[in-house]
């Protein structure tokens, strides 16, 4: 298993240590831990191989190499994390009925993991949430346009949260509102990268494609063409030059594997 640590979750971590919440910061590396072993175990049980670990700020990223989910596994794997949260709390709440001199012990170990399982929730992707939203679209022809609306709300969450990031510099400073802030806009054009041009027209589809050809000239970019794709189709580009003579034909799997060389 391969481990990166992404710089965002160093200098979210660093800040807790320096401002002395150590005990906050260990127990957020256990909880997101916990929540993306939730995920590695329901991908595993559904045969997926995975061999790389990202830790982000707020959870964990794991992929493999060449992995493919089907959209209703990427659904299940999605969900298998905030489920995982939300049944850490629902468990530790109940320990309090039997036990209340645990709730003194344990609940910052419930916020956290309530805290993390919601935020994940939301249809922002890289974050679980949004990878669900985009498992239901991706074959629709809404995918494009869900793409276009989570950058605008992305981008707008994230004003809100800068804004009051910089309130809360004059009265008790949350790095908190800074770092999610920072972490959605570094995830904005992710979907397009990892999915429009990278699932969604290598995914095996059972259903019959119809075969069409579009006529580009030889300038035209790369992305340009990538954004005429529709899932439901499969795709020949007929090359032109400036004088309307054919110089070749790409194929739709030749154009994807063309940009994932830039």
Not at 129 to 152: E, H, M, N, P, S
Not at 198 to 210: A, E, G, N, V
Not at 249 to 259: F, K, M, R, V
Request: aromatic share 14%; glycine share 4%.
């Amino acid at each position: 298993m391969t481990i990166k640590v992404h710089p965002l979750y160093i200098i979210f971590s660093f800040i807790l240590i320096y401002c002395g919440r150590i005990d906050e910061c260990l127990l957020y590396f256990i909880v997101v831990l916990l929540h993306e072993m939730a995920h590695y175990v329901v991908a595993r049980l559904l045969g997926y191989k995975l061999n790389h670990m990202v830790f982000m700020p707020y959870g964990i990223g794991i992929g493999g190499e060449n992995v493919r989910f089907q959209n209703k596994h990427e659904i299940m794997i999605a969900l298998a994390g905030p489920c995982m949260n939300f049944l850490l709390a629902i468990g530790t709440m109940a320990l309090w009925w039997w036990i209340p001199i645990m709730y003194s012990y344990t609940k910052l170990f419930v916020t956290i993991n309530l805290v993390l399982g919601i935020f994940n929730l939301l249809p922002f992707y890289p974050l679980d949430g949004g990878r669900v939203l985009y498992a239901l679209t991706l074959f629709t022809k809404w995918a494009k346009k869900i793409d276009t609306l989570d950058t605008i709300l992305t981008i707008g969450t994230s004003c809100i949260l800068l804004i009051n990031f910089i309130y809360s510099i004059f009265h008790e400073i949350n790095f908190t509102l800074l770092f999610i802030a920072l972490f959605l806009l570094a995830s904005i054009g992710r979907y397009r990268k990892e999915n429009l041009n990278y699932r969604l027209f290598t995914h095996i589809d059972p259903q019959p494609k119809k075969m069409e050809k579009i006529l580009v000239y030889k300038d035209t970019k790369v992305q340009t063409m990538l954004d005429m794709l529709r899932c439901d189709r499969y795709y020949t580009f007929v090359i032109m030059d400036n004088e309307q003579q054919i110089i070749k034909e790409i194929t739709q799997d030749q154009l994807i594997a063309l940009s994932r060389q830039k």
